[in-house]
């Protein structure tokens, strides 16, 4: 393992923890909507494609942020079938989410790339039929804040363990092809930590609200990829991450009137 491997995976490690940590803590005290919208501002996709691009070129980068929305439609598969399953137990949720990613993304894989824009089509109508599944169908309903002691404990514990997921994520996405890493990057790392914790934090009802609009949010990880592989080639990888993080938060920001309006 060189040292850009091991730095990144390190950073991966520190960044994505602390970030999971400390946005499902804010999710416990804002509520399933607004915690929704914090947790899946980019994090891990954010630490890949920045040292993907530092090591392995700004255009190379930029092509496997063209398959972002390919891994994004796979995760909304993965949140869909953990909440469906949760109500069984946070087991089955963990099962069933995993089965699906694993079934979906072998398929994915399977098949030959396409088109940014067939993979954004492709993207637009899984998310919005699993919305409607999980809204409609499943039934699952918004959980208001809830009060929640800070302890710096939780916020270690949480980091550690969200963390170690994340980073062994990226460690599995060095050795795979540009339209391999694409997906691998977005392996539902932090939503299977984020659910996870909020689970055994808040019990399956706030982690079934917040899986749903989870589902929405995704959404800002298909702009961050989308704006990255616009900025790295024209920027490079130090100003286009913080361009294109800017516009996750800023489409976030349009959402949250939107989010409001969920039951």
Do not use: H
Not at 41 to 61: E, M, Q, R, W
Not at 70 to 75: L, S
């Amino acid at each position: 393992m060189n040292f850009e491997t091991f730095g990144r995976i390190v950073l991966a490690f520190v960044v994505a923890g602390s970030w999971i940590s400390l946005s499902t803590l804010a999710g416990e005290r804002l509520g399933t909507r607004l915690g929704g919208l914090i947790a899946n501002l980019p994090s891990n996709i954010l630490v890949s494609l920045l040292f993907i691009a530092l090591t392995k070129g700004t255009d190379y980068a930029a092509k496997a942020a063209g398959s972002v929305p390919v891994g994004m439609t796979v995760d909304t598969v993965f949140l869909l079938a953990f909440v469906a399953a949760l109500g069984r137990g946070l087991l089955a949720g963990l099962a069933a989410g995993l089965g699906a990613w694993l079934a979906v993304a072998a398929l994915v894989l399977a098949l030959p790339p396409l088109a940014t824009a067939w993979a954004i089509l492709l993207y637009v109508l899984v998310c919005a039929a699993s919305f409607l599944a999980a809204d409609r169908g499943l039934r699952v309903e918004s959980v208001a804040k809830k009060a929640v002691p800070f302890k710096v404990s939780t916020v270690l514990v949480r980091a550690l363990f969200a963390g170690t997921i994340v980073a062994g994520a990226v460690a599995a996405a060095q050795v795979a092809p540009a339209y391999m890493t694409g997906v691998l990057a977005v392996f539902p790392a932090v939503l299977l930590s984020t659910m996870t914790i909020l689970t055994r934090a808040q019990g399956r009802s706030f982690a079934r609200a917040t899986g749903k609009v989870l589902i929405v949010s995704s959404s800002n990880i298909i702009v961050y990829g989308a704006a990255v592989a616009l900025l790295y080639p024209a920027i490079g990888p130090w100003w286009g991450t913080l361009c294109a993080f800017a516009a996750a938060v800023g489409y976030v920001a349009l959402l949250l009137p939107l989010t409001r309006r969920i039951r």
